[in-house]
């Protein structure tokens, strides 16, 4: 298996831009996090989808994110307008049932100038 | 609410020892390790449950006291490869599946 898939690996933006974020789960995989790191916060979840329903998205910052799993090979995370404080490396995990490992995919480095 | 992880960071020698602590306000149901190194995505180490139990697999073993709601990571005969920042997540007793990252510990193994 190619593991988990994330696209684009970099995005360089100006700040009001949309910014689509891609991710493509282990296939068989039902739970799907989205991940947002950053040196001063940490590693923080920002929503997870059990077989593509949305189960918690208080992580969200805010209303100008937004997450979609329209089916389970896919996944995206849309920040619109984008604005500086949104730089970070975005990461995309799958699981099988919660209480096993979470696989990250290789991450999503966003600049926001 | 965000778990607290000690030390911060740490410098060892090839063949030292090192402990790593994560520490809950709330109460846990599980707590997960990982490591990540620099410039790449977080790789698991271990699950620990409800229940108190000690896990390890080679040089790297952990255990869980969920009355003190903490979690220990120790580093035996640490390797050169051990070189990253680790990690713990945390799950909370109550509410749905919350699922919070620590602080994180920055670790240095030196030849």
């Known amino acids: 298996d190619a593991g988990v898939i994330q696209s684009p690996r970099h995005e360089v933006t100006e700040m009001g831009q949309e910014v689509t974020l891609r991710c493509k789960p282990i296939?068989?995989?039902?739970?799907l996090f989205w991940y947002r790191q950053t040196m001063m916060r940490g590693l923080e979840l920002l929503i997870y989808f059990n077989n593509n329903v949305p189960i918690d998205d208080s992580g969200m910052p805010e209303d100008r994110f937004s997450a979609k799993m329209p089916n389970a090979s896919f996944s995206t995370l849309k920040i619109q307008p984008s604005e500086p404080r949104d730089s970070a490396v975005y990461f995309c995990?799958?699981?099988?049932?919660?209480?096993?490992?979470?696989?990250f995919g290789p991450g999503t480095r966003l600049t926001v100038l | 609410q965000q778990p607290v992880q000690s030390p911060q960071a740490v410098i060892l020698r090839e063949g030292e020892d090192a402990v790593i602590n994560c520490s809950s306000s709330k109460a846990l149901y599980s707590v997960h390790w990982y490591r990540q190194k620099h410039g790449e995505a977080p790789v698991f180490l271990m699950i620990?449950?409800?229940?108190?139990e000690q896990k390890g697999h080679d040089k790297i073993s952990a255990s869980f006291n969920e009355k003190k709601q903490q979690s220990s990571l120790y580093l035996t005969a640490s390797q050169l490869s051990y070189s990253g920042t680790y990690f713990c997540?945390?799950?909370?007793?109550?509410?749905?599946?919350?699922?919070?990252f620590g602080t994180g510990t920055r670790l240095k193994v030196l030849a």
């Open positions: 995990a799958s699981s099988l049932p919660l209480e096993i490992e979470q696989f």
């Open positions: 296939s068989g995989h039902d739970y």
């Open positions: 620990l449950l409800k229940g108190g």
């Open positions: 997540g945390t799950v909370g007793l109550s509410g749905t599946y919350k699922y919070i």
